[in-house]
């Protein structure tokens, strides 16, 4: 297996969950990661189990000057950076009119100014490489079709597609050989999924009932579903491919 040769990346959120899934087929690919994470031990164990093109780094993902620190020491320890995959993130209840203002500062500034810390970081570093790059964002099915119980989380994800695209547009305008795209998942198996989900009265097989019966497919995700789609896009094989919505949801987002 070799989508992934000789491609370098960062990952941020790269502890568990996704960004875990994420950077275990980066490597099975042929590729080397940076995983950058605020659970800085967990990030070290995984990038020791995944062996000598895995690395890891404290990064909150809140901080331009953690995130230059990351690039940094991405690029020191593998020699360059081509690929970023913005995948920290978190999710948390709250209504316009019910939620509370530390959540939205918290939502926007770890998933929309994130994203946007980590782009800027890295493309200047990504031109410097000289070769074809990508940048992978994850968005949400929330972000195609909003939803009034998070209405954090629903600016934040709408708001980090329309910088997704506007990213695109810039690096192609400009000539660069950068790819900025975008995966929307649904509900997926993750730890965030479950602090969030399960911390209620009602059973964890009901609550995952009620959300499988949103998806059209009536389950909730896997990791390394989406994993697969971040690796397509992060690789040569999306060539062609900027400023795309790639839905991994089951068909949450298309659901009447």
């Avoid at 913005?86 to 709250?94: D, T």
């Avoid at 509370?100 to 980590?118: A, E, K, M, S």
Wanted: include cysteine; glycine fraction near 10%.
């Amino acid at each position: 297996m070799s989508k992934m040769q000789g491609k370098v990346a960062l990952v941020s959120g790269g502890a568990e969950g996704i960004g875990a899934a994420v950077a275990r087929l980066i490597v099975a690919e042929g590729g080397s990661v940076m995983l950058g994470d605020v659970q800085l031990d967990k990030a070290q164990a995984l990038a020791a189990e995944l062996g000598e093109r895995a690395a890891a780094t404290h990064l909150d993902v809140r901080d331009l000057t953690q995130w230059e620190a990351a690039v940094a020491v991405t690029q020191a320890r593998f020699g360059k950076l081509t690929v970023l995959c913005n995948i920290a993130g978190i999710s948390e209840p709250g209504t316009i009119t019910d939620g509370t203002l530390d959540v939205w500062q918290r939502t926007i500034d770890i998933n929309l100014h994130g994203p946007f810390y980590g782009m800027r970081t890295a493309i200047p570093a990504m031109v410097a490489s000289g070769e074809k790059c990508a940048i992978v964002n994850i968005g949400s099915m929330i972000a195609l079709r909003p939803a009034s119980f998070v209405a954090a989380y629903s600016a934040s994800k709408t708001g980090l597609r329309g910088l997704t695209q506007s990213a695109a547009l810039d690096c192609a305008e400009k000539g660069l050989p950068i790819r900025v795209n975008m995966v929307h998942p649904g509900a997926i198996r993750t730890p965030m999924y479950e602090r969030y989900q399960f911390s209620g009265a009602d059973t964890p097989e009901n609550i995952e009932a009620n959300f499988a019966a949103t998806h059209p497919m009536n389950r909730i995700g896997e990791p390394d579903e989406v994993a697969r789609a971040v690796v397509f896009l992060a690789s040569d094989d999306a060539s062609f491919t900027t400023g795309c919505d790639l839905t991994v949801d089951g068909g949450g987002s298309i659901r009447s």
